[in-house]
Protein backbone atom coordinates (compact mmCIF):
# COMPACT_ATOMS: atom_id res chain seq x y z
CA UNK A 1 0.00 0.00 0.00
CA UNK A 2 1.33 3.74 -0.89
CA UNK A 3 1.53 5.23 2.43
CA UNK A 4 1.77 8.56 0.67
CA UNK A 5 -1.93 8.16 -0.11
CA UNK A 6 -2.40 8.60 3.50
CA UNK A 7 -2.28 12.73 4.13
CA UNK A 8 -5.06 13.48 1.23
CA UNK A 9 -7.18 10.86 2.13
CA UNK A 10 -6.91 12.84 6.05
CA UNK A 11 -7.33 16.06 4.13
CA UNK A 12 -10.01 15.00 2.17
CA UNK A 13 -11.91 13.44 5.20
CA UNK A 14 -11.00 16.66 7.13
CA UNK A 15 -12.87 18.14 4.98
CA UNK A 16 -15.99 16.36 4.53
CA UNK A 17 -16.26 16.30 8.33
CA UNK A 18 -16.92 19.96 8.18
CA UNK A 19 -20.79 21.82 8.63
CA UNK A 20 -22.10 22.58 4.75
CA UNK A 21 -22.44 26.19 4.40
CA UNK A 22 -25.76 26.99 4.18
CA UNK A 23 -27.17 28.41 0.86
CA UNK A 24 -27.78 31.91 1.37
CA UNK A 25 -31.70 32.34 1.93
CA UNK A 26 -34.23 34.81 -0.11
CA UNK A 27 -35.78 37.13 2.08
CA UNK A 28 -38.88 36.46 3.00
CA UNK A 29 -41.65 38.29 1.15
CA UNK A 30 -43.33 41.45 2.92
CA UNK A 31 -47.64 40.30 4.50
CA UNK A 32 -49.13 42.04 1.55
CA UNK A 33 -46.73 40.18 -0.82
CA UNK A 34 -47.63 36.31 1.16
CA UNK A 35 -49.45 35.14 -1.34
CA UNK A 36 -50.50 31.42 0.59
CA UNK A 37 -51.95 33.10 3.62
CA UNK A 38 -53.84 35.84 1.81
CA UNK A 39 -55.11 33.80 -1.32
CA UNK A 40 -55.48 30.30 0.75
CA UNK A 41 -53.96 28.55 -2.32
CA UNK A 42 -50.84 26.99 -2.84
CA UNK A 43 -48.75 29.56 -5.24
CA UNK A 44 -48.47 28.27 -8.63
CA UNK A 45 -46.78 29.09 -12.03
CA UNK A 46 -48.77 31.15 -14.47
CA UNK A 47 -49.75 29.91 -17.72
CA UNK A 48 -49.91 33.55 -19.78
CA UNK A 49 -47.30 35.74 -20.10
CA UNK A 50 -47.14 39.42 -17.95
CA UNK A 51 -48.96 41.72 -19.39
CA UNK A 52 -47.51 44.29 -21.87
CA UNK A 53 -48.57 47.35 -19.59
CA UNK A 54 -46.37 46.12 -17.09
CA UNK A 55 -43.52 45.06 -18.95
CA UNK A 56 -41.87 48.84 -17.73
CA UNK A 57 -41.77 47.88 -14.11
CA UNK A 58 -39.42 44.98 -15.11
CA UNK A 59 -39.05 41.54 -14.15
CA UNK A 60 -41.01 40.85 -11.00
CA UNK A 61 -39.34 39.58 -7.86
CA UNK A 62 -42.35 36.95 -7.64
CA UNK A 63 -45.10 36.30 -9.46
CA UNK A 64 -47.71 33.46 -8.20
CA UNK A 65 -50.89 32.32 -9.72
CA UNK A 66 -53.97 30.24 -8.17
CA UNK A 67 -57.75 29.68 -8.44
CA UNK A 68 -57.70 28.15 -11.86
CA UNK A 69 -55.88 31.20 -13.10
CA UNK A 70 -57.96 33.10 -12.07
CA UNK A 71 -55.74 35.06 -9.55
CA UNK A 72 -52.46 37.05 -10.47
CA UNK A 73 -49.92 38.74 -7.57
CA UNK A 74 -46.67 40.25 -8.88
CA UNK A 75 -44.42 41.66 -6.54
CA UNK A 76 -40.77 43.78 -7.22
CA UNK A 77 -39.10 43.81 -4.25
CA UNK A 78 -36.50 46.43 -4.77
CA UNK A 79 -37.50 49.23 -7.65
CA UNK A 80 -34.60 50.51 -9.24
CA UNK A 81 -33.94 54.19 -9.83
CA UNK A 82 -34.10 55.49 -13.18
CA UNK A 83 -31.30 57.67 -14.37
CA UNK A 84 -32.96 59.44 -17.44
CA UNK A 85 -35.79 61.04 -14.92
CA UNK A 86 -36.39 63.88 -12.65
CA UNK A 87 -38.79 61.90 -10.73
CA UNK A 88 -37.72 59.52 -7.88
CA UNK A 89 -38.51 55.88 -8.14
CA UNK A 90 -41.99 55.57 -6.30
CA UNK A 91 -43.18 58.05 -8.61
CA UNK A 92 -42.07 56.65 -11.91
CA UNK A 93 -43.27 53.22 -10.44
CA UNK A 94 -46.46 54.82 -9.29
CA UNK A 95 -47.55 55.89 -12.89
CA UNK A 96 -46.32 52.50 -14.32
CA UNK A 97 -48.71 50.92 -12.55
CA UNK A 98 -51.29 53.03 -13.29
CA UNK A 99 -50.79 52.43 -16.87
CA UNK A 100 -50.54 48.41 -16.49
CA UNK A 101 -53.45 49.02 -14.50
CA UNK A 102 -55.22 50.72 -17.63
CA UNK A 103 -56.27 53.47 -15.22
CA UNK A 104 -54.76 57.23 -14.84
CA UNK A 105 -53.51 57.88 -10.92
CA UNK A 106 -53.53 61.05 -8.80
CA UNK A 107 -49.79 61.70 -8.92
CA UNK A 108 -47.25 60.78 -6.27
CA UNK A 109 -46.80 63.01 -3.06
CA UNK A 110 -43.21 63.22 -1.73
CA UNK A 111 -44.81 62.71 1.41
CA UNK A 112 -45.79 59.54 1.35
CA UNK A 113 -44.46 56.36 2.89
CA UNK A 114 -46.74 54.39 0.54
CA UNK A 115 -50.16 54.48 -1.38
CA UNK A 116 -52.50 52.03 -2.76
CA UNK A 117 -54.46 51.58 -5.17
CA UNK A 118 -58.17 49.55 -6.14
CA UNK A 119 -59.48 49.97 -9.88
CA UNK A 120 -62.34 47.50 -11.84
CA UNK A 121 -61.87 47.61 -15.63
CA UNK A 122 -64.35 45.56 -17.28
CA UNK A 123 -64.16 41.91 -15.77
CA UNK A 124 -60.90 42.58 -13.47
CA UNK A 125 -60.29 44.09 -10.67
CA UNK A 126 -56.95 45.05 -9.46
CA UNK A 127 -55.25 46.05 -6.35
CA UNK A 128 -51.52 46.84 -5.40
CA UNK A 129 -49.27 49.13 -4.06
CA UNK A 130 -45.61 51.37 -3.84
CA UNK A 131 -44.61 51.74 -0.40
CA UNK A 132 -40.98 52.00 1.31
CA UNK A 133 -39.96 49.35 3.31
CA UNK A 134 -38.39 49.22 6.94
CA UNK A 135 -35.16 48.81 5.25
CA UNK A 136 -35.15 52.04 3.53
CA UNK A 137 -36.34 50.31 -0.07
CA UNK A 138 -38.91 50.88 -2.01
CA UNK A 139 -41.41 47.95 -3.45
CA UNK A 140 -44.25 47.39 -5.22
CA UNK A 141 -47.11 44.71 -5.48
CA UNK A 142 -50.35 43.77 -7.51
CA UNK A 143 -52.84 42.06 -6.91
CA UNK A 144 -54.95 41.02 -10.48
CA UNK A 145 -58.51 39.14 -9.68
CA UNK A 146 -61.05 38.22 -12.69
CA UNK A 147 -63.87 36.57 -10.95
CA UNK A 148 -65.02 33.05 -11.83
CA UNK A 149 -68.53 32.41 -13.32
CA UNK A 150 -69.75 30.23 -11.51
CA UNK A 151 -71.48 31.76 -8.26
CA UNK A 152 -70.08 29.49 -5.16
CA UNK A 153 -66.56 29.68 -6.73
CA UNK A 154 -67.02 33.41 -7.09
CA UNK A 155 -68.32 34.03 -3.59
CA UNK A 156 -65.37 31.99 -2.29
CA UNK A 157 -62.88 34.20 -4.35
CA UNK A 158 -64.56 37.15 -3.03
CA UNK A 159 -64.10 36.64 0.59
CA UNK A 160 -60.31 35.98 -0.05
CA UNK A 161 -60.47 38.91 -2.62
CA UNK A 162 -62.14 40.98 0.40
CA UNK A 163 -58.90 39.91 2.72
CA UNK A 164 -55.99 40.84 -0.02
CA UNK A 165 -57.72 44.23 -0.85
CA UNK A 166 -57.99 45.41 2.89
CA UNK A 167 -54.30 44.09 3.31
CA UNK A 168 -52.91 46.51 0.35
CA UNK A 169 -54.96 49.48 1.17
CA UNK A 170 -54.11 49.16 5.03
CA UNK A 171 -51.37 51.61 4.01
CA UNK A 172 -53.86 54.87 2.99
CA UNK A 173 -54.42 55.59 6.53
CA UNK A 174 -51.04 57.14 6.69
CA UNK A 175 -51.12 58.82 3.62
CA UNK A 176 -53.84 61.21 3.22
CA UNK A 177 -54.10 63.22 -0.05
CA UNK A 178 -53.54 66.74 -0.16
CA UNK A 179 -56.09 69.42 -0.56
CA UNK A 180 -57.05 70.34 -4.46
CA UNK A 181 -56.81 73.90 -5.08
CA UNK A 182 -58.82 75.07 -8.17
CA UNK A 183 -55.47 75.30 -10.01
CA UNK A 184 -54.00 71.94 -8.73
CA UNK A 185 -57.68 70.63 -10.09
CA UNK A 186 -56.48 72.02 -13.48
CA UNK A 187 -52.86 71.10 -13.35
CA UNK A 188 -54.22 67.77 -12.75
CA UNK A 189 -56.80 67.66 -15.88
CA UNK A 190 -53.95 69.20 -18.33
CA UNK A 191 -51.14 66.31 -16.98
CA UNK A 192 -53.03 63.93 -17.24
CA UNK A 193 -51.65 60.23 -18.39
CA UNK A 194 -48.28 62.38 -17.42
CA UNK A 195 -45.57 61.08 -14.50
CA UNK A 196 -46.59 63.53 -11.70
CA UNK A 197 -45.02 64.11 -8.70
CA UNK A 198 -46.65 66.56 -5.93
CA UNK A 199 -43.07 68.05 -4.11
CA UNK A 200 -43.99 70.69 -1.28
CA UNK A 201 -43.05 73.71 -3.38
CA UNK A 202 -43.37 72.57 -6.62
CA UNK A 203 -45.76 70.39 -8.92
CA UNK A 204 -43.38 68.37 -11.20
CA UNK A 205 -44.20 66.19 -14.04
CA UNK A 206 -42.71 64.83 -17.30
CA UNK A 207 -43.91 65.83 -20.39
CA UNK A 208 -41.80 64.85 -24.17
CA UNK A 209 -39.00 63.90 -22.36
CA UNK A 210 -38.78 67.28 -20.44
CA UNK A 211 -39.02 67.64 -16.62
CA UNK A 212 -41.05 70.41 -15.85
CA UNK A 213 -41.77 72.06 -12.86
CA UNK A 214 -44.97 74.76 -11.43
CA UNK A 215 -44.61 76.84 -8.85
CA UNK A 216 -47.72 78.59 -7.74
CA UNK A 217 -48.12 82.20 -6.48
CA UNK A 218 -50.88 83.56 -4.02
CA UNK A 219 -54.24 84.96 -5.05
CA UNK A 220 -53.26 88.79 -5.54
CA UNK A 221 -52.76 92.01 -7.90
CA UNK A 222 -50.71 92.21 -10.64
CA UNK A 223 -48.08 94.52 -11.43
CA UNK A 224 -50.24 95.85 -14.18
CA UNK A 225 -54.09 95.63 -13.82
CA UNK A 226 -55.27 92.74 -16.07
CA UNK A 227 -59.12 92.82 -16.86
CA UNK A 228 -60.58 89.41 -16.71
CA UNK A 229 -62.74 89.97 -19.85
CA UNK A 230 -61.53 89.40 -23.25
CA UNK A 231 -63.06 92.25 -24.72
CA UNK A 232 -60.94 95.03 -22.26
CA UNK A 233 -57.73 92.80 -22.86
CA UNK A 234 -55.91 95.93 -25.25
CA UNK A 235 -52.99 95.66 -26.72
CA UNK A 236 -51.13 98.64 -24.97
CA UNK A 237 -51.23 96.98 -21.51
CA UNK A 238 -49.46 93.88 -22.67
CA UNK A 239 -46.56 96.99 -24.07
CA UNK A 240 -47.27 97.86 -20.95
CA UNK A 241 -46.70 94.49 -18.74
CA UNK A 242 -43.77 93.35 -21.49
CA UNK A 243 -42.22 96.36 -20.11
CA UNK A 244 -41.98 95.64 -16.28
CA UNK A 245 -41.41 92.21 -16.83
CA UNK A 246 -38.06 92.83 -19.44
CA UNK A 247 -36.90 95.30 -16.14
CA UNK A 248 -37.49 92.78 -13.66
CA UNK A 249 -35.77 89.90 -15.69
CA UNK A 250 -33.01 92.04 -17.48
CA UNK A 251 -31.11 88.96 -18.00
CA UNK A 252 -34.11 87.13 -20.16
CA UNK A 253 -34.29 86.43 -23.57
CA UNK A 254 -37.31 87.09 -24.35
CA UNK A 255 -39.40 83.82 -26.65
CA UNK A 256 -42.77 84.87 -26.48
CA UNK A 257 -44.31 88.15 -25.37
CA UNK A 258 -46.84 88.95 -22.69
CA UNK A 259 -49.43 87.64 -25.30
CA UNK A 260 -52.78 86.64 -24.64
CA UNK A 261 -54.12 82.92 -25.14
CA UNK A 262 -56.65 82.00 -27.70
CA UNK A 263 -59.49 80.49 -26.14
CA UNK A 264 -59.73 76.18 -26.48
CA UNK A 265 -62.59 76.86 -28.36
CA UNK A 266 -62.55 79.69 -30.86
CA UNK A 267 -65.15 81.98 -30.08
CA UNK A 268 -65.63 80.76 -26.48
CA UNK A 269 -66.59 83.62 -23.93
CA UNK A 270 -64.17 82.68 -21.49
CA UNK A 271 -61.97 85.03 -19.66
CA UNK A 272 -59.00 86.69 -20.23
CA UNK A 273 -55.66 84.75 -19.45
CA UNK A 274 -51.92 85.67 -20.65
CA UNK A 275 -48.60 84.30 -20.92
CA UNK A 276 -44.89 85.07 -21.57
CA UNK A 277 -42.06 82.56 -22.19
CA UNK A 278 -38.48 83.43 -21.71
CA UNK A 279 -34.70 82.42 -21.40
CA UNK A 280 -32.33 82.83 -18.61
CA UNK A 281 -28.69 81.33 -18.29
CA UNK A 282 -29.71 77.15 -18.85
CA UNK A 283 -33.23 77.42 -17.50
CA UNK A 284 -36.38 78.29 -19.89
CA UNK A 285 -39.34 79.67 -17.58
CA UNK A 286 -43.47 80.29 -18.47
CA UNK A 287 -45.65 82.09 -16.80
CA UNK A 288 -49.30 82.55 -16.80
CA UNK A 289 -51.59 85.07 -15.60
CA UNK A 290 -55.47 84.22 -15.02
CA UNK A 291 -57.50 87.24 -13.55
CA UNK A 292 -60.16 85.99 -11.69
CA UNK A 293 -63.89 87.44 -11.63
CA UNK A 294 -64.81 88.07 -8.22
CA UNK A 295 -61.91 88.35 -6.29
CA UNK A 296 -60.54 90.88 -8.57
CA UNK A 297 -57.05 89.39 -8.19
CA UNK A 298 -55.05 87.37 -10.46
CA UNK A 299 -53.63 83.46 -9.79
CA UNK A 300 -50.10 83.19 -11.48
CA UNK A 301 -48.15 79.81 -12.19
CA UNK A 302 -45.21 79.60 -13.61
CA UNK A 303 -43.38 76.69 -15.38
CA UNK A 304 -39.46 75.94 -15.25
CA UNK A 305 -37.01 73.44 -16.79
CA UNK A 306 -33.60 73.19 -17.36
CA UNK A 307 -32.37 72.87 -20.77
CA UNK A 308 -30.66 69.96 -22.40
CA UNK A 309 -26.95 70.54 -22.33
CA UNK A 310 -26.85 70.91 -26.53
CA UNK A 311 -23.32 71.12 -27.94
CA UNK A 312 -24.04 74.91 -28.60
CA UNK A 313 -24.52 77.28 -31.24
CA UNK A 314 -27.26 76.45 -33.67
CA UNK A 315 -27.93 72.97 -31.66
CA UNK A 316 -28.29 75.00 -27.94
CA UNK A 317 -30.64 77.81 -30.19
CA UNK A 318 -32.71 74.95 -31.34
CA UNK A 319 -32.94 73.05 -28.04
CA UNK A 320 -34.14 76.65 -26.39
CA UNK A 321 -36.95 76.69 -29.54
CA UNK A 322 -38.33 73.33 -29.10
CA UNK A 323 -38.46 73.81 -25.23
CA UNK A 324 -39.93 77.22 -25.26
CA UNK A 325 -43.04 75.83 -27.67
CA UNK A 326 -43.34 72.83 -24.84
CA UNK A 327 -43.42 75.40 -22.23
CA UNK A 328 -45.77 77.35 -24.01
CA UNK A 329 -48.24 74.38 -25.05
CA UNK A 330 -48.29 73.43 -21.97
CA UNK A 331 -49.37 77.11 -20.62
CA UNK A 332 -51.85 76.77 -22.79
CA UNK A 333 -53.30 73.26 -21.55
CA UNK A 334 -53.14 74.64 -18.47
CA UNK A 335 -55.29 77.58 -19.01
CA UNK A 336 -57.45 75.48 -21.50
CA UNK A 337 -58.28 73.02 -18.14
CA UNK A 338 -59.07 76.02 -16.08
CA UNK A 339 -61.44 77.34 -18.39
CA UNK A 340 -63.23 74.03 -18.54
CA UNK A 341 -63.17 73.50 -14.80
CA UNK A 342 -63.51 76.93 -13.56
CA UNK A 343 -65.58 79.13 -16.33
Known sequence: MNTFLFPSIAAVLALCSLPAEAAPRKPAAPGVADFTPLSDSRAGNCAA???????????????????????????????????????P?????WHRLGAGTRVVLRPWSAA?????????????????????????QWSA??????????????????????TIAQAVRAIDAANPAPARTPLMTAWLDATNGKPRLLGSET??????????????????????HLPYSRDDARLEQRSAMQVLL???????????????????ISGDRTGAKFLAVWKEGAGM??????????????VRARISSELPAAGGGAA????????????ERELEALAHAWEARHE
Open 285 to 298: HGQLWIPLRSEGGT
Open 203 to 224: WRWISEGACLDLRTASLGQAQL
Open 49 to 87: PVEAGLAPMGTPTLRHCAWSQHLEMLYWDVLPANPNTCL
Open 112 to 136: WSGQSLLVQTGGLQQTGMVWRQENG
Open 141 to 162: VLWRWRPSERLPTRNWQAGHWN
Open 246 to 264: ARRFPAAEWLRNFTLIEPA
Open 89 to 93: APAIA
Open 316 to 327: LQEAAKARAALT
